[in-house]
């Protein structure tokens, strides 16, 4: 059967009953301890995660979620097997350049809900796709081994395919950097074009025999070990053990929004103040997508399928197409241009302050506008 015929329309619609379980859950929490004035140094801040809870239980309403992402094109693609959420929100305008977003973790395509107005309404006309990757929000949870960032680069080819597209331009951060890099990687002859907020961590370039890395890139190597160090536990316990962690995360509310509400104060460019970048409905939204589709293991298992099969460039792997990077100076660790060099063609670079991990979220407007401009330069 056609692909073509494998797609459908989808709404969401959350029952009432798990609306309703996930209040009394909230309503029961038994909280920890903390040490006096700590803050953010131990982790998610109590006094600010129990003010959170507070707004959740009391304020806070899925419903206007559901609303705003019914109010776009929400479709499921059956892809050889697997079950995969996407947004497609087609310009109006004739020639428009099909743009594949994907999104990383914690985040969810909810990522890219302020930027999709922005590009919609860009002196360059998109036509906007936005999956979901498999294990998160309302795409499927594969169980079986195997689904990476090059099992899901293999369904995004598909799904270009299939959707009429012949090129498109492949846009990520995160963890949707490294399935947009796979992508282009072993499908050139479908990117016009690849934009990165992000670097993938496993990415590791082609050396030959007898070069070496420079001094700015030994310092950078140096740099990430003390970055993981003290940020990355979160990294080692979702590549190592995932499902362990997942008992808890998938079972208390408060855990999981604990567990994502850290990255988003830590990652983002808040200056301290999480609510100066992420309002309280949207760091919310993410965290309810992650309970109600029961997906936090299923995110996090991904780290251990990666880990397997990092970007470790051969002697013949190479980003051909153009390539843009976008630099939000809040974003670490990030590798230098030297680095990126060696395994992409970097078209296109431009520093960005403010902004961090969370780009789509936190800028909006400023990734917008890098996006077009990279664009532009590459069909121009």
């Not at 959350?14 to 038994?30: F, G, H």
């Not at 929400?74 to 099909?98: C, M, Q, T, W």
């Not at 890099?181 to 050396?207: C, R, V, W």
């Not at 509310?253 to 988003?264: C, D, H, Q, R």
Request: glycine share 8%.
């Amino acid at each position: 059967m056609n692909l073509c015929e494998m797609i459908d329309r989808f709404s969401i619609n959350i029952p009432d009953q798990a609306i309703e379980d996930l209040r009394m859950r909230l309503q029961r929490t038994r909280w920890t301890d903390e040490i006096v004035n700590s803050g953010w140094k131990y982790g998610a801040d109590l006094s600010y995660t129990k003010e959170l809870t507070n707004y959740w239980v009391n304020s806070f309403d899925w419903r206007n979620t559901e609303n705003e992402i019914n109010g776009y094109p929400n479709y499921i693609a059956d892809i050889d097997g697997v079950k995969v959420h996407f947004l497609h929100v087609k310009s109006e305008r004739k020639n428009a350049v099909p743009l594949m977003i994907t999104h990383g973790w914690p985040g969810s395509f909810l990522e890219m809900m302020k930027i999709i107005p922005i590009l919609s309404r860009s002196r360059s006309p998109f036509d906007l796709i936005i999956p979901s990757i498999p294990g998160f929000g309302f795409s499927q949870r594969v169980s079986n081994p195997g689904c990476n960032l090059w099992f899901i680069a293999e369904l995004w080819s598909k799904l270009i395919k299939e959707l009429g597209y012949h090129r498109v331009v492949a846009q990520g951060g995160d963890l949707g950097a490294g399935v947009s890099t796979a992508l282009a990687l072993k499908h050139p002859e479908q990117i016009l074009g690849l934009h990165l907020n992000y670097i993938p961590g496993s990415y590791s370039p082609y050396l030959a025999n007898g070069e070496e890395f420079s001094e700015e890139e030994n310092l950078y190597f140096k740099s990430a070990d003390e970055w993981y160090k003290e940020e990355g536990a979160y990294w080692h316990q979702q590549r190592t053990k995932p499902l362990t962690l997942g008992y808890g995360l998938n079972d208390s509310p408060v855990g999981l929004g604990a567990w994502i509400l850290e990255k988003y104060y830590g990652w983002s460019d808040c200056g301290g103040e999480i609510e100066s970048v992420f309002s309280k409905d949207e760091l919310l939204s993410n965290i309810c997508l992650y309970w109600f589709t029961e997906t936090i293991h299923s995110s996090t298992r991904l780290y251990n399928e990666n880990s397997k099969v990092p970007l470790r460039f051969s002697e013949n792997d190479f980003i051909k197409v153009p390539v843009g990077i976008a630099r939000f100076h809040k974003e670490d660790p990030f590798p230098p241009r030297r680095f990126i060099e060696r395994g992409y063609n970097i078209q296109y670079w431009k520093d960005i302050s403010p902004g961090g991990h969370f780009a789509a979220m936190e800028q909006p407007a400023l990734l917008a506008e890098e996006i077009v401009l990279f664009t532009e330069k590459i069909i121009n």
